[in-house]
Every structure is written in C-alpha cells, then in structure tokens.
C-alpha cells in the first residue's frame, strides 16, 4: 500500500498541536492513505508534482464512487491541513491546495467532452488488442445510457433489453429506470459478448457485463483508469472521469432540443433542479456560439 510522505509528523502534529479527537485523527489518515493511492498511481507520491489539478481530478473520483458531499468536504479539509503543513514545514514549496474547491462548486460546472472529443476516444480504441472491443463497448455505453460509474461497475447481461433497444439501470436506493441505448451501443456489446467476454470470463464471474482481466466487475476505479487512457490517446487534455460522460449525455441531448424533464427521467433525477445543471452548460454553448459568430461581438 503506498505510504503518504510525511504522514507520521503530519499525524504526530495534529495530536500535538491540533488536539483533534481521536476520531476525527483516524479519518483524516484513513483520507491520506487513499489520496496516497491516487498519487502513487499518476505517479505524484513526489509532493511537489502535485498539482491543483490534479487534486481537482482527485476529488471528482471521489464523488463519482459515490461519497456523500459532506465526506468529500472532510477529504477536502484533511488535504488542505496536510498541505498546509507540509507546506509549513518546507517540505514542499507550494501550497497545491490554496485554490482548490469543493463538491458544490465543482457540480455547479460539470466538465463536458464534445461531440468530436468523444469520438476521438473512441477513435483512440485499438480494435485489435486485447479487450479493445470491451473498451469499445464501455465507452459506447457511458456516452449511450449516461449511467453513473457504479451503475456501470453492477451492470448485468440480464438488464440488457436487446430486442427493445433499452437498458435496465438500478440507480441509488436501488430505484430501477429504464434507458434507451441505442444501435451503436448494442453492437459493441454484442461483439464484446461474441468474441471477447468469454475469454475473461471465470467460474465466478457471474452475469456481471464488463469485467475485468481478473474476470471480475470493473471497480470505479478501474473505469476511471481505462476512460483516462483512452482520452490520452485522443489528445484530450482536460480532465475526465466517468462522470464528465453522464454529463456530456445530458447535455448534448439538451443541445440537441430534447425535453429536460425526458432527460430528467433517463439521469434518474428525483429532483429536476439537480438536471438543471445541464441546462446551465447549454446556456453557456449558446454565448459562446453569439460571441463567435455574431458581426457585433467580434472585435
């Protein structure tokens, strides 16, 4: 398991000078060692190759595996008091969490892939390699159904409606929507399931529909990681995660006329504020539009 830099001073300071309960000092570790996790992963456990950036990346991955807000916010304090101390100490020059923002504000302005960015990572998929059609069909279907990262890792071949077009997704609370997904889709996953799944596939593998090359359902992570390769070879820079797919779902159906409250129903909203979010993003496409085109905003 990969050890945070620093943590034992960090942690002796915090019982030393914070006086934190003892509770609260087993979260924050508890939160560190998973950042450590992270960083070790893009290569960062060197503290000065830490970005805000990166840290911003970090915290989307936390909220798209399902952590409350209020969870997300004490990740986000027990970041900024290790940085801060680190910081304090000289064991990095900068602090990377001065500018960071939390849960709320990163919601408010989800990150959207255009049409041409999505296909150039589908683009980047190398058909010919190992488990490239099942790369194929995973992105096909986020960009297809906009589930959420967990409702990809539970999917099963039994909530796949073939013959009707339509996917059964089990959402939070375990409530039940049905989706459209649409030809492209249902093509990969069913090259996926003609010519590779079987080859991944073990005795406990179960109806599971993704898995991974132990066999097993793909982790959060493991979307998170595979998204993130292909979006490199694409020539993406802005930083993704499964949920920037959910969001360039809606709002790309927005753009195109859809209606939100048909949108609403596919994102499995219970509140429609929460799908108003897109309606946001469409608003800003669209002065971005007037500023680019019309003869009395260009200067």
């Not at 960090?10 to 019982?15: I, P, S, T, V």
């Not at 296909?119 to 096909?140: P, S």
Request: hydrophobic share 40%.
């Amino acid at each position: 398991m990969a050890e945070m830099p620093f943590l034992e001073s960090y942690m002796a300071y915090l019982q030393l000078e914070k006086t934190l309960s003892a509770n609260t000092a087993v979260s924050y570790r508890f939160d560190l060692q998973r950042l450590a996790g992270f960083l070790k992963q893009n290569d960062a456990l060197d503290l000065q190759k830490v970005t805000p950036a990166l840290l911003s990346s970090y915290i989307m991955v936390l909220y798209d595996i399902g952590l409350a807000a209020a969870s997300i916010q004490r990740n986000i304090s027990s970041m900024k008091s290790f940085f801060a101390f680190a910081a304090s100490e000289g064991d990095i020059k900068e602090d990377p969490t001065e500018l960071l923002e939390g849960p709320k504000t990163l919601r408010s302005l989800p990150s959207v892939l255009s049409i041409e960015e999505i296909d150039a990572m589908i683009n980047a998929v190398d058909l010919h390699k190992k488990n490239g059609i099942r790369d194929r069909a995973v992105i096909e279907t986020l960009y297809a159904t906009g589930m959420r990262v967990s409702e990809l890792c539970s999917f099963t071949m039994e909530q796949l409606l073939e013959n009707d077009g339509l996917v059964r997704v089990l959402g939070k609370g375990s409530k039940e929507r049905i989706v459209p997904i649409g030809e492209s889709a249902l093509y990969w996953i069913a090259q996926y399931l003609d010519k590779e799944r079987f080859l991944i596939a073990k005795p406990d593998s179960g109806s599971a529909m993704f898995l991974n090359f132990r066999g097993n359902s793909f982790s959060r992570m493991g979307i998170w990681k595979l998204l993130r390769r292909y979006a490199l070879l694409g020539g993406i820079e802005k930083e993704i995660s499964p949920h920037t797919f959910r969001h360039s779902f809606a709002t790309h159906l927005l753009e195109g006329g859809a209606d939100i409250r048909t949108v609403q129903e596919m994102l499995g909203h219970s509140n429609i504020v929460t799908t108003e979010i897109y309606t946001h993003v469409d608003r800003e496409y669209l002065k971005e539009v007037h500023r680019v085109f019309h003869p009395r905003c260009k200067r």
